[in-house]
């Protein structure tokens, strides 16, 4: 199993990002995809995460800003970032969990808001 994430890069504060996290080599279902981030210093923090069905839950930081959503069928979750803050500058990682066999990291994208 691996998971390649992207969409990060370097924003204004109040502007908008997409990342994609997509799992290959992956043969059995997922039961949820998410993503959580670390910034320089701190440890690594849940953002968000979504089951297979839809239903979506979110950090205190980021609800009523970020948006997730998945796509089982292309083993593809997404993380719809707005209103961003220079306080969300963060590596984000998205994760996988595979019932029996675990829980996969990606590789972490960097995020970079700017004031």
């Known amino acids: 199993v691996q998971l390649q994430a992207s969409g990060g890069g370097l924003v204004q504060a109040g502007g908008s990002l997409r990342l994609s996290c997509v799992a290959t080599?992956?043969?059995?279902?997922?039961?949820?995809m998410g993503w959580y981030r670390q910034a320089p210093g701190k440890q690594r923090e849940l953002v968000a995460f979504?089951?297979?069905?839809?239903?979506?839950t979110y950090s205190a930081a980021v609800k009523g800003r970020f948006t997730i959503s998945i796509d089982s069928a292309k083993r593809t979750t997404y993380l719809q970032m707005d209103a961003l803050k220079p306080e969300d500058t963060a590596v984000y990682y998205c994760?996988?969990?595979?019932?029996?066999?675990?829980?996969?990291w990606g590789q972490g994208t960097q995020v970079t808001v700017s004031s």
């Open positions: 080599r992956m043969i059995f279902s997922i039961d949820y």
């Open positions: 979504i089951d297979s069905g839809g239903a979506a």
């Open positions: 994760n996988a969990n595979v019932p029996v066999y675990g829980t996969f």
